[in-house]
């Protein structure tokens, strides 16, 4: 089934926390043996949960409260895995029925603003196997 695509922004700081139940994701577990892309690290002191509304995310080393919509908590958790950004493009393009080029641009937007609040850092060209 497709989903819709939301457009709108993927985050936004919110203090308000869900109490609903962790809901749990269709991302696949492995990705081509090799390759050489941008690649994303959440950082140290993020912990973070989901659930049906999207995904909350906590800076330990900031103390800022983040709340994520499902295709943020989707892009969060796909980069714990370290999963390329293209990889993840082509994902949510996949679920959502557009371009990859628009899933890129959005998300490319989206890690920006992770990496201004300090949630990830960029690992550029790093081969992983």
């Excluded at 709108?8 to 700081?13: C, D, E, H, P, S």
């Excluded at 912990?47 to 800076?59: A, C, F, P, Y």
């Excluded at 709340?67 to 393009?93: D, F, M, Y």
């Excluded at 679920?95 to 080029?101: A, D, L, T, W």
Aim: glycine share 8%; hydrophobic share 35%.
């Amino acid at each position: 089934m497709k989903r819709r695509w939301d457009p709108g922004r993927l985050a936004n700081i919110s203090h308000k926390v869900s109490h609903h139940a962790c809901a749990s994701w269709d991302i696949p577990d492995t990705f081509p043996s090799e390759r050489t892309h941008t690649l994303y690290e959440v950082s140290a002191g993020v912990r973070s949960t989901r659930n049906e509304d999207g995904g909350i995310v906590l800076d330990m080393d900031h103390g800022q409260i983040f709340r994520l919509n499902p295709v943020g908590a989707l892009i969060l958790e796909s980069l714990g895995k370290g999963c390329a950004e293209t990889e993840i493009a082509q994902e949510i393009a996949r679920q959502y029925n557009i371009s990859q080029e628009t899933a890129s641009a959005d998300i490319g937007e989206f890690l920006q603003s992770l990496e201004e609040h300090k949630l990830v850092r960029m690992r550029r060209g790093e081969k992983v196997s």
